[in-house]
């Protein structure tokens, strides 16, 4: 969610190609396909480069974890009925309710096809992370100028809540910003709450310090649950990207930091097989 300070944003660390292509310095998007180069699985293993501290961005992964090495990119076959039951039986009712609904699209007619996992980066004073059932972590749904900043939030305990529908094109990247509203639908948001503490290693106002996972189990689960039912309205899975890397080259963030990729890999495995 938070944008890191940077010598230069947006263009200024981007360039466009005769052909239409964003020339980013991770993974380059084409703005006539609305996608970033490769297939589904070479974007998804460029967008979950792991994000480091202060924005940076490391070695992709060679492999995402069984479960969605398998899944990405493909079509999704799921007994809806039994998603439907799982959601209800999560506390879903909401998702639930929606579950028949189609997914975003942008103007020109292309369906939502990434999942953007953000963090909050809310930033605490002291030097200890706050308890993750702390009421002020756990808060849901935040506004800018009025209205909510992305189309699901997670907090620690695992609740959540659905501040615009899938359906709703909705942009909270600068990639969106940068290349206007062509791209918006594209991209579904999810937010997860996460508590930051001062690095005392760098002299100027910082909240570059995450918790280790970055993530609680609860959030993975509800996650992995968010992705499915996503997925399953969009009628293909989708690729799922970190904030931080898809928007490198139009601004710099550090979201999701510590984001544990084989925990969120086995939660999505854990609730796929029994309703295949």
Known sequence: ????????????????????????????????????????????????????????????????????????????????????????????????????????????GAPALYYVIHDTSQKYSGTQFPDNADPGLNRLGFKKRGEYVAHVFINRLGNVLVGHDIAVPWRATQLELRTGVSTRGRFIHVEHNQPRLRDPANSRENDNLAPRPGLTDAQYDRSALTYIWASARAGRWLIPAFHAVLDKGFGTHDDPQNFDLPAFDAAVGRHVPPMR
């Open 1 to 108: 969610m938070r944008s890191v300070r940077a010598a230069s944003l947006g263009f200024a660390l981007a360039t466009m190609t005769a052909t239409g292509a964003v020339a980013q310095v991770v993974c380059p998007f084409d703005t006539r396909r609305l996608s970033f180069a490769g297939t589904a699985i070479e974007q998804a293993r460029c967008l979950l480069s792991p994000v480091l501290i202060r924005g940076g961005i490391g070695a992709r992964p060679a492999r995402l974890g069984p479960t969605l090495e398998r899944l990405v990119g493909s079509e999704v076959r799921l007994d809806r009925e039994a998603l439907r039951r799982k959601l209800q039986d999560a506390g879903l009712s909401q998702m639930a309710d929606m579950l028949g609904q189609p997914v975003s699209r942008t103007l020109s």
